[in-house]
């Protein structure tokens, strides 16, 4: 059966899931008070990677996107991409899951044990992954739409406490702290958005993965842009890299009247929820890629060992805050590159070089039968 997601709930998903469990960690810290400067030099980086997964749905239209996927590659290397993917996925919920569990023990619940919130996560991601990205999109939309109105709250709110000699002198440092900040923040979170590329099904038109793609991950980026910028300007650019979580060190020093503050609450519960949509998602791409490859035809069976697992690996990658600091601001390592901008890429040039045969071919065909 086709799960067809509408055009502008899988923006809100991309975007969810970009905005995901990134919103609280010091990303671009490498960079200083550059950081606006490696966001952008971060986003124009990771066009490329978005528009070429966009381009390589398009070229699948009309076919789900298993179907589209061995048409374009091939039956065996379609199914040896697809487990490799999985794993990369499977991890992926597994850092997310780490992330919140460690989180939520080290800000509200310090004597609670990380993997008894970690299998409460699980528990949820599974009961969403298994009722398939339809519902995750909607369930996006939804929560996406309360969680935009609270960040921009807290911007405004956070104007008062900027200091915007935080970002002075610009490129004081050169263009070197820029490119290790912009590195960053593709390592995480902007390239993980491959993962999203095995989740849609299908899409309505030829021009929607565009439009779902490419909206969504220049959305997510304006609003890490503001939120990350305006936490320096509070904090300040020598102390940003320096907390394990900045804004919610930002959102601590909002105080109006006495009566509005202690809001980092708010920021919690914002993060949480971005989490659940990005693990959720990447459980889904975990079960969908791993079902496809051992030849199954229903993925929702695989959820549930795959979900427990989660609960495990979320120890093994991961056992403290500070890895997990230091797991969001690592620079790309070798597995990654290849998942995330090398792969990506071949499979669109073959794309390509498949739908260019295929006109060929249609082109000479037509000619013939003009001849005969």
Not at 46 to 56: E, G, S
Request: proline share 5%.
């Amino acid at each position: 059966m086709k799960e067809l997601v509408p055009d502008h709930q899988g923006m809100i998903l991309v975007l969810m899931f970009i905005v995901g469990n990134t919103l609280v960690f010091p990303l671009g810290g490498l960079a200083g008070p550059d950081i606006w400067l490696a966001f952008l030099t971060a986003t124009v980086l990771a066009l490329p990677i978005i528009l070429a997964m966009a381009r390589v749905r398009s070229l699948m239209q009309g076919s789900t996107f298993f179907v589209g996927f061995e048409r374009v590659l091939g039956k065996w290397p379609s199914r040896i991409l697809a487990f490799l993917y999985g794993g990369f996925a499977w991890r992926l919920a597994c850092y997310v899951v780490s992330d919140v569990s460690n989180f939520i023990q080290t800000v509200a619940l310090p004597t609670t044990p990380p993997v008894v919130i970690a299998t409460f996560l699980a528990l949820l991601m599974l009961w969403a992954a298994k009722e398939g990205v339809e519902v995750l999109a909607r369930f996006a939309v939804m929560v996406g739409k309360v969680v935009l109105a609270v960040l921009a709250i807290i911007f405004v709110l956070l104007l008062s406490q900027v200091d915007l000699g935080e970002f002075q002198p610009v490129l004081y440092n050169g263009f070197k702290p820029v490119l290790r900040g912009a590195f960053q923040i593709l390592d995480f979170p902007f390239l993980e958005t491959v993962v999203l590329f095995w989740v849609f099904d299908c899409f309505g038109r030829r021009v929607s993965p565009y439009k779902v793609f490419l909206p969504g991950f220049l959305a997510a980026s304006l609003v890490l842009l503001i939120m990350v910028s305006t936490s320096l300007a509070v904090v300040g650019a020598d102390r940003y890299a320096l907390y394990y979580y900045p804004v919610w060190t930002a959102v601590g020093r909002i105080n109006v009247s006495t009566f509005l503050t202690r809001l980092e609450a708010i920021v919690g519960v914002t993060f949480a929820i971005g989490s659940f949509v990005k693990m959720a998602v990447a459980l889904l791409a975990a079960s969908r890629c791993f079902a496809y490859a051992f030849g199954f035809s229903d993925y929702r069976f695989v959820v549930t060992p795959l979900a427990m697992g989660v609960i495990a690996g979320s120890r093994w990658f991961i056992t403290t805050v500070l890895e997990v600091d230091q797991s969001a601001v690592e620079t790309h390592s070798p597995d990654e590159i290849m998942f995330q901008v090398v792969i990506p890429l071949v499979v669109w040039a073959f794309a390509e070089l498949k739908a260019k045969n295929g006109k060929a071919n249609g082109s000479s065909q037509a000619g013939g039968g003009e001849e005969v």
